[in-house]
């Protein structure tokens, strides 16, 4: 029964705020083949403030996506953030979630001042913690316009790269990436560079 496999529906979209249908009918001529009755969590429509001290890894994720004034975007985005801290969890979920907040709450100039002022109010260890988490974004940033820049130079010096070799160099770590920026400057075939990646 499809009931067993929706049993709630989460909307990620900023609009339209009206509140959705709870309930999906197919109807033929001779009668009713489907009713099918839904529970509805629709993120803009809540109130971010209301889930600011529960102690759960969804909601310091989800308020990213809540109701949000726009002069309140760098507050809730540094008390997702304050809330993730506090929860202590394995780093890989801290990632995963902690990016989510960072890719549905992207700030600008001005509200990145902001927000660290924010930051500013915090117990010394949360704002540690923040940083560390704000700053491997950076990192991966970084990382990712760094490889993204090598692929350009490489195709346009050699012609078009295997998908296997887009992934041996998205994968390499930054020293391999800052060695590879040099090295590729004296490639002149595909096997210069596939040489390159098996001694790397």
Do not use: H
Not at 7 to 18: A, E, G, N, T, Y
Not at 187 to 194: K, S, V, Y
Request: proline fraction near 2%; charged fraction near 25%.
């Amino acid at each position: 029964m499809i009931a067993l496999f929706i049993q709630l529906l989460s909307f990620l979209i900023d609009v339209p705020k009206r509140l959705d249908r709870s309930n999906f009918v197919i109807d033929f001529p001779d009668g009713q083949v489907l009713n099918f009755d839904y529970k509805i969590v629709q993120l803009n429509r809540l109130n971010w403030r209301d889930f600011l001290q529960q102690k759960n890894s969804v909601a310091a994720a989800l308020m990213a996506k809540m109701r949000i004034d726009k002069s309140d975007r760098p507050m809730v985005k540094a008390q997702c953030l304050r809330l993730l801290v506090t929860l202590k969890l394995d780093p890989a979920k801290m990632q995963f979630i902690s990016s989510f907040v960072d890719t549905y709450l992207r700030l600008n100039c001005t509200e990145e001042t902001i927000f660290q002022s924010e930051l500013g109010t915090m117990k010394t260890r949360e704002q540690e913690q923040i940083m560390q988490i704000t700053t491997s974004w950076e990192e991966k940033g970084r990382v990712e316009g760094q490889s993204n820049t090598i692929l350009r130079l490489l195709n346009r010096k050699l012609g078009n790269l295997s998908e296997e070799i887009v992934t041996q160099i998205k994968s390499l770590k930054p020293n391999q990436l800052d060695i590879l920026t040099e090295d590729l400057l004296d490639f002149e075939t595909f096997d210069d560079l596939n040489r390159w990646l098996s001694n790397s």
